[in-house]
């Protein structure tokens, strides 16, 4: 789950204070898309606390959209992506660019191939990934 958020340090130390969010967690920062990223995991459930440091960038945007910072995304795991993409597109959905990389349909990413879908679920964006697996 991604949340876009204002602050991804001031986001990270409420998150460690009330879920208790191991004391390792770093902000990592992609140059590419300009965002500062938290990740961590909670009940087996990975958690991005995602901030744009472009006032034009992905989140922020959003975020300005909204009115508020709150959930963003949520990336489904897949084992094969073009079958899920092949699947969603069957029942309707379309597919939307990467905001990070100006690619629409399944393209890599750092931890696996990706894809977003330009349909909205109550209003969260869908991303697909097939993690990629050691050769």
Same mark, same amino acid.
């Given at each position: 789950?991604?949340?876009?958020?204002?602050?991804?340090?001031?986001?990270?130390?409420? %998150?460690?204070?009330?879920?208790?969010?191991?004391?390792?967690?770093? *902000?990592?920062?992609?140059?590419? &898309?300009?965002?500062?990223?938290?990740?961590? %995991?909670?009940?087996? *459930?990975? %958690?991005?606390?995602?901030? &744009?440091?472009?006032?034009? #960038?992905?989140?922020?945007?959003?975020?300005?959209?909204?009115? &508020?910072?709150?959930?963003?995304? *949520?990336? %489904? /795991?897949?084992?094969? *992506?073009?079958?899920?993409? /092949?699947?969603?597109?069957?029942?309707?959905?379309?597919?939307?660019?990467?905001?990070?990389?100006?690619?629409?349909? &399944?393209?890599?990413?750092?931890? #696996?191939?990706?894809?977003?879908?330009?349909?909205?679920? #109550? #209003?969260? /964006?869908? /991303?697909?990934?097939?993690?990629?697996?050691?050769?």
């Amino acid at each position: 789950m991604a949340f876009g958020v204002k602050d991804a340090a001031k986001a990270l130390e409420a %998150y460690a204070r009330f879920l208790h969010v191991p004391a390792e967690t770093k *902000i990592e920062f992609f140059p590419k &898309s300009k965002n500062k990223v938290a990740l961590f %995991y909670l009940g087996g *459930i990975e %958690y991005q606390l995602c901030e &744009s440091t472009d006032p034009e #960038g992905r989140f922020a945007k959003w975020i300005e959209e909204r009115g &508020s910072e709150g959930l963003h995304h *949520i990336c %489904y /795991e897949v084992d094969n *992506i073009d079958e899920a993409l /092949e699947h969603a597109q069957q029942q309707g959905a379309t597919l939307r660019i990467c905001q990070a990389c100006q690619v629409v349909g &399944s393209h890599p990413h750092p931890e #696996g191939w990706v894809a977003f879908l330009d349909d909205e679920a #109550g #209003g969260i /964006e869908i /991303e697909f990934m097939q993690v990629y697996t050691p050769e």
